[in-house]
């Protein structure tokens, strides 16, 4: 299951892991969550990344691993509102963008808020 909405790894003591531990106590296998406030550009960027990847990856935590480093290595971008991912692909417009200039979600704060709880295979 993937949560990709902010601080969907966050818990309390009711809730362990917040809505992934949930998740996962009733079943589910794996869920990928945040744990705290995300950009949703950079979302967009780590998402595309972690599904193109799960094709190629031996696990689940491969692919995310292939996507955060993607996104360290400054692989997935924003030129004038077209988000491209690795390898140059065009993943999508973000007309509001079209202005902003250029973005680089090399920091960590992009994606290293992103983690798998349960089965990592």
């Known amino acids: 299951m993937i949560l ?10 009711s809730a362990e ?8 106590g009733v079943g589910v ?7 705290w406030s995300i950009s949703d550009e950079g979302t967009l960027g780590l998402m595309a990344e972690f599904y193109g990847a799960l094709g190629s990856a031996h696990s689940r935590s491969g692919a995310l691993r292939q ?3 993607a ?8 030129v ?5 991912g690795s390898d140059g692909q065009e993943i999508g417009y973000l007309s509001d963008l079209n202005v902003s200039g250029s973005w680089d979600f090399s920091h960590p ?13």
Do not use: K
Request: hydrophobic share 50%.
């Open 4 to 13: 990709s909405a902010c601080a969907t790894a966050l818990g309390d003591a």
């Open 17 to 24: 892991y917040g809505f992934a531990g949930l998740a996962v």
């Open 29 to 35: 296998r794996t869920a990928l969550a945040s744990l």
């Open 67 to 69: 996507a955060q480093l």
């Open 71 to 78: 996104m360290l290595q400054g692989q997935v971008s924003i």
């Open 80 to 84: 004038a509102g077209t988000l491209y």
């Open 109 to 121: 704060a992009y994606w290293s808020g992103f983690s798998l709880i349960g089965n990592p295979w």
